[in-house]
């Protein structure tokens, strides 16, 4: 893995010269900044029973959901329709390294625009003046679900992108993807799986209740098959995003 | 690195392909391709387009695996050691693809780390490199806004960049007008003696002049190798002269045969103003008998000679009979195996 480093400064640096990143940036800014607006605003109208960290945090699937395809569509597909990824591939540098590296990459950006709204609440604070209006608890615990979904859903798109040279169906298919997971909340509810046959499915489903590990990290409770959840899900992703290029490289 | 493999072997070839053989659901790409390139030799790889060219490339530079057969890069099996044989090759693709969005000397940084080039050494290396290709005054211009010479100079630069004993280049000059051509030849041939090349290529006379050896390849199989002058020899197998002259065709028959028995009218052109016709005549000898004809046509009465001269086929004239010949062999049907491996006899040479 000695390559791994190379590649994801110089992936994090092609990151922070592309203008794309910075539209991105404002775009995302701009949507979690009006839904920060309306909540204060909300909770200065009226006194609300939860901290307004998890309204906030509840809120993360729309950001996910266009954020992240904007953020990893481009890594794999455009080194293929290029053809750069044969220039990669034919130094001393394995499909792994290439693969972790833009992972790296797209999740550092995607920690790195999460962290910029840690300003809101700076702001908050700052002019509240009362520490006592600050839950602190359920922003650290919002923020570490965020750090540790992330994990899954930047894989995710880093797997949507080795699956086509396309960058748009690579957006697309993983806007799909994770709309899919997010999506599995609410399948749960459903009768759909209340039949005996779909048993081993529904528990499946049951453990990947996103919005649910979202209140449990605000409350603190840091449940290790939560943790391995999104472990596992990244490292599947991963994993598939390799064995997947190779596979390609194999029928190019 | 590649330098310490380079002295620790130095008389094994630089290359070895045995047998090599790929397949993409059912479709042989490369068939039972061998060749050998020996250290500080320029190999031309030449065949028309879906011949197996990139392929062959490709397997060599360990990016596609092999369905059967063995490559070997300095000696290091391909297949079992693909991550050692990258550091012992430089590569430049088809169409030579670069990042559109970086300045080429953070493309060739980059490609330097890459390669595991020290960073001490990288700086130095980037500059002889810009120097050697003439990019010094584009080094900080982005790639995607450089002509396509340039853009050709910078993987040309990259695939020479860690000085690899072995450099594989995909068609370098394609695009490029013949002062770029003119360089690129020039590139390639100062690193004669020192690094093995392989180019492939379709402008043959550049092939001619620039390589030691050429090795034609049609239908993922090769056609013969050997030095333009041998595949001459061997492929187009007589001598052509060019005959200016008057008088009556049927008795220059008897004439020619008198001379040399070989000596056939090949081709004939359309008289003249003045009753002066171009003729072309083959033969068999090897040797030059322009002089014995000339003074044979030039004594006889019956005709009158304006003009003689050697035709020397060129090796597009090799290549266009050779490829057709391998082609004519693997159409036609039920052809008996012996004939097959006719085709790649030359190969043993």
Redesign the interface.
Known sequence: MRHFFTILSHEIRMLLVNPGTYIAGVFFLAVMGSIFVDLVTAYSAAPQEISPATVFFRLFWVPVLFMVPLLTMKSISEERRHGTLETLLTSPVSTAEVVLGKYGAAYFLYILLWGSTAVFFYILQKYAGDLRFFDRGPLIGGYLFIAVSGLFFVGIGIFASSLSRNQAVSGFLCFTLLALILGLNFVSDTDLLSSETLSPFKSVVQRAQIFQHLDDFSRGIIDTRQLLFYASGATLTLILSILGLEAKILHS | MPDDSTQTVPTSPAIEVQNLVKS?AGFLAVNNVSFTVRRGEILGFLGPNGAGKSTTM?IL?????ATSGAARVCDIPVATHP?EV??L?G?M?E?N??????RVSEYLH??G????LRRRKLTSRIAEVMELCDLGRERHRIIGKLSKGFRQRVGIA?AILSEPPVIIMDEPTIGLDPHQIQLVRDLIASLRGRMSVIISSHILPEIEVTCDRVLIINQGRVVTMGTPAELRRDIIGHSVYKLEISGDLDLLSSALTAVEPTLKISETNAPDADGFRALYLTTDRDDPIGEQLMRSLGADARFRLRGLVREHPTLEDVFLVATRRSRDIIDTPKAPKGRNSKSQTPNSK
């Open positions: 993409y490709r530079t360990g990016y596609l695996p991550e990258k550091r090759i590569y693709p169409n693809p670069l990042p559109e969005d970086m980059y490609r780390r890459l390669k595991e990259e």
